[in-house]
């Protein structure tokens, strides 16, 4: 339940927020999300927590994050942590929990109702005291993936939960469609494009049996003509 005068800010769990769309099978569009929720409230605040790796020169995520940056949403990014477990495995280490959970008790003495994008389940004890300080909870995860997502005791907890699949026509990304093959434009012919040409530049190629007949009948006919006099042909004439 959202009232048009309360309020709201939303905490995305990046990495959580993600995993739970792609087993949902779709991607999410923050422009349309943050839509979404100023619609439905007066939204102070849109915070989105991730984890970067400083090691890689391109991080796939980086495009992302500019964007949200440039587009209403307040960033919070730490450094992650690379180890090798016990098995000689990689791992990444980049939890937001402590940030995301600072940044909403500093908050919510200005809230009405915080909107919590994840289904962690170490987020339960923040849950409890930001309702004790009088704003409601709402998260946003789903229960409709194999496994669920979020975690029970988080749901239970929480004033109202929203389940991500049925926000999927609201802030869903469209699915990409395959290109259909365009029909050529004039001056192309099955995708290879016909130069045409200065008319002073302009060439015709005709084939070898047509240049005996067209360039070269003359010479063929005073060679029969050398050859009936009994002269060598290829002698030079006398001028």
């Known amino acids: 339940m959202f009232y048009k005068d309360e309020r709201l800010a939303l905490f995305i769990d990046g990495s959580n927020l993600y995993s739970a769309a792609r087993a949902l099978g779709f991607d999410i569009d923050y422009k349309l999300l943050r839509q979404e929720f100023m ?100 998260v946003v995860s789903t229960i409709r993936s194999p496994p669920p997502m979020i975690a029970d005791e988080l749901r239970r907890q929480a004033d109202n939960f929203i389940e991500l699949d049925e926000l999927r026509e609201v802030i869903g990304r469209p699915p990409r469609e395959p290109r259909e093959p365009r029909e050529p434009r004039e001056g192309e012919h099955h995708g290879v494009e016909v130069a045409l040409l200065h008319p002073a530049e302009a060439r015709i190629d005709v084939p070898p049996h047509r240049l005996d007949d067209q360039i070269g009948s003359q010479p063929a006919e005073a060679n029969r003509a050398a050859q009936a006099r009994g002269a060598d042909p290829r002698a030079p004439r006398e001028l």
Not at 97 to 126: C, N, Q, T, Y
């Open 39 to 138: 619609r439905r409230g007066k939204l102070v605040r849109a915070f989105y927590y991730t984890a970067l790796l400083d090691s890689e020169e391109y991080s796939p995520i980086r495009p992302l994050i500019d964007w949200l940056h440039y587009n209403g949403y307040t960033m919070v990014t730490k450094p992650a942590r690379e180890y090798v477990d016990s098995l000689g495995r990689r791992k990444v280490k980049g939890n937001m929990d402590i940030e995301l959970a600072v940044d909403a008790m500093e908050l919510a003495p200005r809230l009405d109702h915080i909107v919590l994008f994840s289904g962690d389940g170490d987020f339960k004890p923040l849950v409890e005291s930001l309702q004790r300080q009088g704003v409601r909870v709402s």
